[in-house]
C-alpha cells in the first residue's frame, strides 16, 4: 500500500459508518497499517469550544488557527463565503499513511464500501454508485454486483477495505475528474 490507497464509507445517516470505523481502524492499526481519516461533515461543526483560545482567535477573525501541542496539532480553516472544500484538496493535505478513508463524501468518485442498515428503511446505494466497490450489511442482497459482507465481520470488511483501495493518484483522477457531483 504504498504509496497511500484511498477509500471511502459511504451510506445514508444512521447507517453505522462511524460506529464501523471505530471498529476497523483499531484491527487494521493492528495489522501495522497508518490510517488516516477524512469525515465530511454536513453542518457547521466546531473542534474548539467557546472559552478556549482558539475558539476566539477564530471568533475574533482569524481566517486560519493553528492548535499545537507536543501530542498533535489541528488547523482550522474559515471558509467563510467561499466554496466548500473538494475532497482532492483535503486529500492533498493529508500526511504520509499507508490508506485513508474517507467517512461520507458519497456523492464523489472514489472507490467506496457502502455501509447499508436495513432498519434505516433507506435503499442501497451500490445499484446507482459504479463506484461502490463493496457493500457491509446487515442484510443479504443477493443480485449485488459487488461483494457483500456482514456488517459485523470487521475482519472481512478489513480484508475488503485493503483489497479494494485505489492508490491515491488514481482517487484524485476520479474525484477531480468529470463527475456528476
Known amino acids: 500500500m504504498n504509496p497511500a490507497a484511498v477509500i ?3 451510506g445514508w445517516s444512521g447507517a453505522g459508518k462511524t460506529t464501523l470505523l471505530s471498529r476497523l481502524i ?3 492499526v493492528t ?8 469525515k465530511h461533515a454536513h453542518h457547521a461543526f466546531d473542534v474548539d469550544h467557546p472559552g478556549k483560545d482558539s475558539y476566539v482567535h477564530r471568533e475574533a477573525g482569524a481566517s486560519e488557527v493553528i492548535v499545537s501541542s507536543s501530542r498533535r496539532w489541528v488547523q482550522i480553516h474559515e471558509i467563510g463565503d467561499g466554496s466548500e472544500a473538494r475532497l482532492g484538496d483535503l486529500l492533498r493535505r493529508l500526511s504520509p499513511c499507508d490508506l485513508v478513508i474517507v467517512e461520507g463524501f458519497k456523492r464523489e468518485a472514489h472507490a467506496k464500501l457502502e455501509v447499508h442498515r436495513a432498519a434505516n428503511g433507506k435503499p442501497p446505494i451500490y445499484p446507482d454508485d459504479p463506484r461502490i466497490v463493496a457493500v457491509a450489511s446487515d442484510q443479504t442482497f443477493t443480485d449485488a454486483r459487488v461483494p457483500v459482507v456482514d456488517l459485523n465481520d470487521i475482519a472481512r470488511i478489513a480484508d475488503l477495505v485493503l483489497a479494494l483501495a485505489e492508490p491515491l493518484e488514481t482517487a484524485l483522477a476520479h474525484v477531480e475528474g468529470p463527475w456528476p457531483n
Open 8 to 10: 471511502g464509507l459511504a
Open 26 to 28: 483499531p484491527l487494521l
Open 31 to 38: 495489522r501495522g497499517v497508518k490510517v488516516a481519516t477524512i
